[in-house]
């Protein structure tokens, strides 16, 4: 129910952008974001979104990721700039309720130096 695109290759300095859409409406209601994942270290907390648009990053990305949502198309995006060779890892979007938690099958972000 969570299909996410954009991940790819790119330099060091360069931008992506994420998208995650869900499919049904009553995904507006939720709490939805990205963690990462990188070979051999935990998953982390990349930036989430609540459903009134308050925002939450990472230290890591402070400053460099935008997270927002588009309602109307029940999709999150994270816009990623100034991307580092740090930033590569496996994305992962999420989206959750008290009752519910759902995953995207995850998208590669590979950043060359």
């Known amino acids: 129910q969570l299909v996410e695109s954009g991940g790819g290759l790119v330099q060091a300095g360069g931008s992506l952008r994420l998208s995650c859409a869900a499919s049904g409406s009553i995904f507006s209601r939720y709490l939805m974001g990205w963690y990462r994942q990188a070979p051999g270290k935990q998953r982390e907390l990349v930036a989430q979104?609540?459903?009134?648009?308050?925002?939450n990053y990472a230290d890591a990305v402070k400053g460099r990721f935008t997270i927002f949502r588009d309602s109307g198309k029940n999709t999150v995006y994270l816009q990623m700039n100034s991307l580092e060779p740090e930033d590569t890892a496996g994305y992962y979007c999420?989206?959750?309720?008290?009752?519910?938690?759902?995953w995207g099958q995850g998208t590669q972000v590979t950043v060359s130096s």
């Open positions: 979104i609540t459903s009134d648009g308050t925002t």
């Open positions: 999420f989206a959750r309720s008290l009752m519910n938690n759902y």
